[in-house]
């Protein structure tokens, strides 16, 4: 407490040696920030902006005092005064959830943390964290601010997508074309999914150089999928037949069928025994004669069969002749 001394003794002072609690004030930005002291009775006020009233308007960042005089002693104090306009978005990662999975609340990197469902200005925050339904596949933006010294920062937004599990398709099997080096197989690639071939070569696409069997994998958190394509050569006959069968009903190979390795239309099959009477017929390339006629079993031996069918490849009508064993 300061004493001062006059002509007939000493005097009290009562003004405060500190007017200002604090030394520094964060204000949030866009603001008119009124800075004000404690009124004492029969005190005079000076600031630095040359104001005398108990309090100021401001509206730019800087430094600032007030000195108070009471006519018995005087005390001064200054405060610095920032507007705050760098208070950043919290952090947000993109979040992914698998179809139908039970997902926990999303979070982001912040301080007092504010949630809007899908508004980026305007709308009711709420302190807690949404919860995402995972019902559907698709995206949903939801959007989060932080609070630093009570000044609320922009909001930020938070992508959150519903995937499934791999569900690419190699389709049918495919021809090399004559004279080419190959064929590139390929899928539609499917985002957050890895693809790797039998043979380690990474990526959805692969050229074919050669007649053979490709395997393709695709991974993502949801899951996996394995699809089999099989790529021959142009010369390689639409249609194959087995040569012999054994409809034994021990369930390997008891039919006789066609095999095609592309696209088949007006297909006829007729298959004859040894006096030439006719015991199978069919214009649909997936039936199969499980070697009866009339509901009889037929015996052991050699049976010719035609098939004329129209060559995907070669576009145009072809004919053949051949024979199958029937074996039991």
């Known amino acids: 407490m300061a004493l001062f001394h006059t002509g007939y003794g000493q005097t009290i002072c009562t003004l405060p040696n500190q007017p200002f609690p604090q030394d520094t004030l964060v204000i949030c930005k866009d603001t008119t920030y009124r800075l004000s002291i404690?009124?004492?009775?029969?005190?005079?006020?000076?600031?630095?902006?040359?104001?005398?009233?108990?309090?100021i308007n401001i509206?730019?960042?800087?430094?600032?005092?007030?000195?108070?005089?009471?006519?018995?002693?005087?005390?001064?104090?200054?405060?610095?005064?920032l507007f705050n306009s760098i208070i950043l978005e919290?952090?947000?990662?993109?979040?992914?959830?698998?179809?139908?999975?039970?997902?926990?609340?999303?979070?982001?990197?912040?301080?007092?943390?504010?949630?809007?469902?899908?508004?980026?200005?305007?709308?009711?925050?709420?302190?807690?964290?949404?919860?995402?339904?995972?019902?559907?596949?698709?995206?949903?933006?939801?959007y989060v601010s932080q609070t630093v010294f009570g000044c609320e920062s922009?909001?930020?937004?938070?992508?959150?997508?519903?995937?499934?599990?791999?569900?690419?398709?190699?389709?049918?099997?495919?021809?090399?074309?004559?004279?080419?080096?190959?064929?590139?197989?390929?899928?539609?690639?499917?985002?957050?999914?890895?693809?790797?071939?039998?043979?380690?070569?990474?990526?959805?696409?692969?050229?074919?150089?050669?007649?053979?069997?490709y395997i393709l994998r695709g991974d993502n958190l949801c899951g996996s999928k394995v699809d089999t394509v099989i790529a021959v050569d142009c010369d390689t006959k639409c249609v194959h037949f087995p040569s012999a069968f054994t409809p034994n009903g021990d369930g390997l190979n008891d039919v006789f069928r066609a095999t095609s390795f592309c696209p088949v239309d007006k297909f006829r099959l007729v298959i004859s025994n040894r006096f030439g009477e006719i015991i199978f017929e069919t214009k649909n390339p997936k039936d199969m004669w499980d070697g009866k006629w009339m509901g009889k079993p037929q015996p052991v031996g050699t049976y010719v069969f035609y098939c004329q069918y129209n060559d995907f490849v070669l576009k145009k009508d072809m004919f053949f002749k051949g024979s199958i064993q029937l074996i039991k």
Do not use: H, M
């Open 38 to 55: 404690t009124q004492y009775p029969g005190t005079n006020y000076l600031w630095s902006t040359g104001q005398t009233d108990t309090a």
């Open 154 to 213: 922009p909001r930020a937004a938070l992508l959150v997508e519903v995937i499934d599990k791999p569900g690419f398709n190699l389709g049918e099997n495919i021809l090399i074309p004559c004279g080419a080096s190959g064929i590139s197989l390929q899928v539609v690639e499917e985002k957050y999914t890895t693809y790797r071939w039998a043979n380690g070569t990474a990526g959805p696409v692969y050229d074919a150089t050669l007649p053979g069997t």
């Open 90 to 142: 919290p952090e947000t990662d993109l979040t992914i959830f698998c179809l139908n999975s039970s997902p926990g609340a999303l979070s982001a990197k912040g301080s007092n943390l504010k949630w809007y469902d899908t508004l980026p200005i305007g709308g009711t925050p709420s302190s807690t964290a949404p919860i995402p339904k995972t019902n559907q596949l698709g995206e949903k933006i939801y």
């Open 59 to 81: 509206t730019n960042s800087g430094k600032y005092w007030v000195e108070l005089d009471d006519g018995k002693c005087v005390k001064s104090d200054t405060v610095f005064i």
